[in-house]
């Protein structure tokens, strides 16, 4: 599997951002390749890899961003693809990115990287922030106990990336030289006689630093001991006896008997090379985390969170939706009086999914965005898992499916993505099933602008807190169905640190750009579809196949059946079709409250859209796709079905 | 003793985590070794999990009660 030792394009310098989760490894990444990846204060924001092509002093260098990974011993998805790609043999510099001010920690993933022996620099970034704390960090030493070159930098200002990859550059062309980490007699002695007996069968298979095979078989890694026990039983058998004395000479653990050793290790380097002198005056993050993370105020902060996220939308909404109304509505009246005959229905399907995407989902989609960036920047996610933990685990979930809870308000797409930072699997189904019942911004729109206008204020809090009261009922069901209970929640909580108005932009921006270039198109298509359809009479036929749904369960006019249908593309789809398919711009003349109420409740329900199922087939497999379909549909059917018939 | 036992603002050092292979690294990973001393910052309500200061590098973290019950400490003072 590690095999291929060969690069692609051998001109081309391949270097990897590597280290523990939120050091800012995506932040150095956009900072020198434009905005092409999220990021977010807390762990696990990056999931999979990300490549680009980048020119830095006159060169081209493929750069790659990895998830976080705490060692190279990998438990979660998203550790595995970063760890599987540092050893792929296809990189040519490491650059080792690190929390400054937490480098105790770092450095164990650092001390790994180097008994790897793959060429590397590391960064030392949030290098401000461990300033702050008092820290003082001695550079040269550094370089000259592990060999590695380390550059102080601050990524979210931009300074210091510059001289970070002309450093790794430098390294690419100059060489390295590691001084590889000595540990204890005992444990030196027990690696080299295991080296010593090492099967050149083995020496074949993986492409890798004998002596990092042997470390990590003392570590007791998984993949590493499959493949060694398939090559090689007897030596894996040594290597077992190995390890099982080492642990007893230590009275440890045989699983923590060599990361304790590492760990020693660490500390030494950290004591030779850091001072924490006095800790600066308590920062404004520090005085809003105090408050914070007290119950009362955290449950307050939480509830204010998930308040603000939807009330900021809609009345930041309302009044831009307001402002742009006027000169879209004369804009149409302009276009009427112009065009007329069948070039007349091209032109007012591509009017209809014009002003749906300015005048009905963008007003809606912005603020909600700038909402859910400020969540993720300011590190307030794993403040709200730390409060809402206790309160999950009683229906089967876990504070950590709440980083996919609340980005699934954004979409459902990258929700379901995150739910790989869960180690177990059993979490990961019930987070990625529960995932697609979340209203994402584009049904979050279709609440807004219509239970919010028709509807009223109450009727809208009542249909979110419905949601919630939803989802977290099939999360509790579905947890049911396993027993398997998972260890608890072991989490990093990073500092409250301030957002920057440029990353903050940016990734709204990102966002917003994904809505115009993947479904506006599609709205248009689909606009200029329904006209033509009307135009020669098929949705008649269309709306009759769906009438036993739409008429007979959900009450509601036959009309809508092709409207809902296609929301199955793009959920704002259903918004937007509404006026033209009951050939009306004011919903209420048409539909009674009931019927509003209804249609919402089932679009904020039924079967995901086909990004949604797309995603959740290709990280959970088919079953869980079609589970999803089939729980999602039922759950609609059944909840607005009886909306429908009991209110 | 248990981190479980501690209440908030206490300090201890720990003494010894027992638990499956995979709690321990992750452990280990987020820097929760044997020795470290560490403060209890808060219990989050709903018997969810302690807040966790590293007292040394105040980095934070948050390990749910049932972890918790596995982690062994001793008391401050040395």
């Known amino acids: 599997m590690w095999k291929s030792g060969t690069t692609s394009d051998k001109s081309e310098l391949v270097i990897a951002l590597a280290g523990q989760p939120n050091c800012g490894k995506s932040t150095i990444f956009n900072a020198v390749a434009g905005f092409k990846v999220n990021t977010g204060n807390f762990s696990g924001t990056t999931v999979s890899f990300t490549e680009t092509d980048v020119y830095i002093g006159g060169r081209t260098i493929r750069l790659i961003d990895l998830p976080g990974t705490y060692s190279l011993t990998a438990h979660d998805a998203a550790e595995r693809v970063a760890r599987d790609y540092l050893l792929s043999g296809r990189v040519d510099v490491i650059i080792n990115v690190i929390d400054t001010s937490l480098l105790a920690r770092s450095l164990e993933l650092t001390l790994q990287l180097i008994e790897m022996d793959v060429p590397m620099v590391v960064a030392l970034n949030m290098f401000d922030e461990a300033q702050k704390k008092g820290m003082e960090i001695d550079i040269p030493k550094l370089k000259s106990l592990t060999g590695v070159e380390a550059c102080p930098l601050v990524a979210v200002q931009g300074s210091g990336v510059h001289e970070l990859f002309e450093t790794a550059i430098r390294v690419a062309q100059e060489g390295f030289k590691r001084v590889a980490p000595v540990y204890d007699r005992d444990v030196e002695e027990c690696i080299a006689a295991i080296l010593a007996r090492y ?193 999950l685990h009683r229906f089967g979930l876990h504070g950590k499916s709440v980083v996919p809870i609340i980005m699934g308000y954004g979409c459902n797409v990258p929700a379901i993505m995150a739910a790989r930072n869960l180690e177990y699997e059993r979490d990961r189904v019930v987070t990625m099933l529960m995932v697609p019942f979340i209203a994402c911004s584009a049904r979050t729109v279709i609440i807004l602008a219509l239970a919010g206008k028709y509807l009223g204020a109450g009727y809208t809090t009542l249909i979110y807190l419905g949601n919630i009261a939803i989802a977290l009922g099939i999360s509790s069901a579905l947890s049911r169905f396993s027993s398997d209970l998972s260890p608890g929640i072991i989490m990093d909580v990073p500092p409250l640190r301030r957002p920057y108005l440029h990353i903050v932009s940016r990734k709204v921006w990102v966002r917003i750009l994904e809505f115009l270039l993947f479904a506006w198109p599609i709205i248009a298509v689909s606009s200029i579809a329904l006209a033509v359809f009307s135009f020669i009479g098929i949705d008649g036929a269309i709306n009759r196949l769906f009438s036993p749904v739409t008429e007979i369960i959900l009450r509601l006019p036959s009309e809508l059946g092709i409207t809902l249908f296609l929301g199955i593309f793009r959920k704002e789809l259903t918004l937007i079709m509404l006026n033209s398919a009951l050939d009306t711009a004011d919903v209420s003349l048409v539909l009674s409250s009931e019927q509003i109420l209804v249609l919402v409740v089932f679009t904020v329900l039924y079967i995901p859209c086909i990004a949604t199922i797309t995603t959740l087939w290709k990280e959970g497999g088919a079953k869980v796709a079609l589970l999803s379909i089939v729980l999602n549909t039922s759950v609609a059917l059944a909840v607005a079905g009886a909306v429908a018939w009991l209110v | 003793m248990t981190l479980l036992e501690l209440k908030e603002g206490d300090t201890a050092v720990i003494s010894r985590i027992s638990g499956g292979k995979g709690v321990l690294s992750r452990m280990a990973g987020l820097g ?47």
């Open chain 1, 199 to 391: 099967p050149s069968a083995l020496r074949e298979r993986l492409a890798v630093d004998e002596r990092f095979v042997v470390i990590q078989l003392l570590e007791m890694d998984e993949e590493f001991e499959t493949i060694t026990r398939e090559t090689d039983s007897d030596f894996m058998e040594y290597v077992h006896e190995c390890r099982r004395s080492l642990a007893q000479i230590h009275d440890w653990p045989e699983s923590g008997v060599f990361a304790s050793h590492r760990h020693a290790l660490v500390l030494d380097l950290f004591e030779e090379v850091a001072v924490v002198k006095s800790r600066a005056a308590v920062s404004p993050g520090e005085a809003i985390d105090r408050f914070i993370i007290n119950p009362v105020g955290g449950l307050a902060a939480t509830v204010g969170v998930f308040f603000s996220m939807f009330a900021v939308s809609f009345w930041i909404g309302n009044l831009i939706a307001g402002l742009v109304e006027g000169p879209l509505d004369s804009f149409g009246i302009y276009l009427n009086g112009h065009v007329s005959g069948s070039a007349g229905i091209l032109v007012s399907g591509i009017y209809d999914g014009f002003t749906a995407g300015v005048g009905i989902v963008l007003p809606y989609l912005i603020p909600l965005l700038v909402v859910l960036s400020l969540l993720e920047d300011t590190g307030l996610l794993p403040r709200i898992a730390f409060m809402v933990d206790g309160l």
């Open chain 2, 32 to 78: 929760l070794h044997e020795g470290k001393t560490i403060r209890v910052v808060q219990a989050a309500p709903f018997r969810g999990p302690l807040l966790i200061e590293d007292v040394l590098s105040g980095a934070r973290t948050m390990i749910g009660r049932g972890v918790a019950s596995h982690v062994e400490i001793r008391d401050d003072k040395r």
